[in-house]
T-cell receptor, first 114, second 119 residues
Framework: EAGVAQSPRYKIIEKRQSVAFWCNPISGHATLYWYQQILGQGPKLLIQFQNNGVVDDSQLPKDRFSAERLKGVDSTLKIQPAKLEDSAVYLC???FGQGGYGYTFGSGTRLTVV | AQKVTQAQTEISVVEKEDVTLDCVYETRDTTYYLFWYKQPPSGELVFLIRRNSFDEQNEISGRYSWNFQKSTSSFNFTITASQVVDSAVYFCALSEAGAGGTSYGKLTFGQGTILTVHP
């Protein structure tokens, strides 16, 4: 079974630029999550989708971050404009429904803002 | 609000030693799920175990074992006869469940414990 695919693997941008990350979940997984992991910390949920609807985006900095899940499958996370403190690994995960079964993480995108 | 605390920031052991990673959690829910993940230097999060709050039975999987004590809100992880390949960051995580016992899926992670196993 293919895992959660993410791209790009690495990205370096200057502050105030924009950037987008892409995630393709495991086939059949209705729930998709984006987490932010700052160096030395545990991952923190940014947004959770159930199919193409948002379940939880309470910790998403909506003034600069946006996310969408096209047709309930692939998802993109965008940052515009980026700040230095956005440097982190952005992890995508997916699971069956909302039960947490089969919770699988992708390899992440490491973003460096200079 | 839910919270996970991993008091040990870093642990260093010599190969073949046993090592226990502590995890203490806070939640107001009676139904919840606890997880352990391993994050090797490559960066991906590797699932180790998922345990629901009604199952306090300890679990053993090869060299790994988990001790869940609801009375102390702890879910500790022990590696027996550690190996160099066990070197990684280990995260404990909590997910609260909604009505019907179905987890909402959002994971709250601890800060992680960096385990280094020396040859």
């Amino acid at each position: 079974e293919a895992g959660v695919a993410q791209s790009p693997r690495y990205k370096i941008i200057e502050k105030r630029q924009s950037v987008a990350f892409w995630c393709n979940p495991i086939s059949g997984h209705a729930t998709l999550y984006w987490y932010q992991q700052i160096l030395g910390q545990g991952p923190k949920l940014l947004i959770q989708f159930q199919n193409n609807g948002v379940v939880d985006d309470s910790q998403l900095p909506k003034d600069r971050f946006s996310a969408e899940r096209l047709k309930g499958v692939d998802s993109t996370l965008k940052i515009q404009p980026a700040k230095l403190e956005d440097s982190a690994v952005y992890l995508c995960a997916s699971s069956f429904g909302q039960g947490g079964y089969g919770y699988t993480f992708g390899s992440g995108t490491r973003l460096t803002v200079v | 609000a839910q919270k996970v605390t991993q008091a040990q920031t870093e642990i260093s052991v010599v190969e073949k030693e046993d090592v226990t990673l502590d995890c203490v959690y806070e939640t107001r829910d009676t139904t919840y799920y606890l997880f352990w993940y391993k994050q090797p230097p490559s960066g991906e999060l590797v699932f180790l175990i998922r345990r629901n709050s009604f199952d306090e039975q300890n679990e053993i999987s090869g060299r790994y074992s988990w001790n869940f004590q609801k009375s102390t809100s702890s879910f500790n992880f022990t590696i027996t006869a550690s190996q160099v390949v066990d070197s990684a960051v280990y995260f404990c995580a909590l997910s609260e469940a909604g009505a019907g016992g179905t987890s909402y899926g959002k994971l709250t992670f601890g800060q992680g414990t960096i385990l280094t196993v020396h040859p």
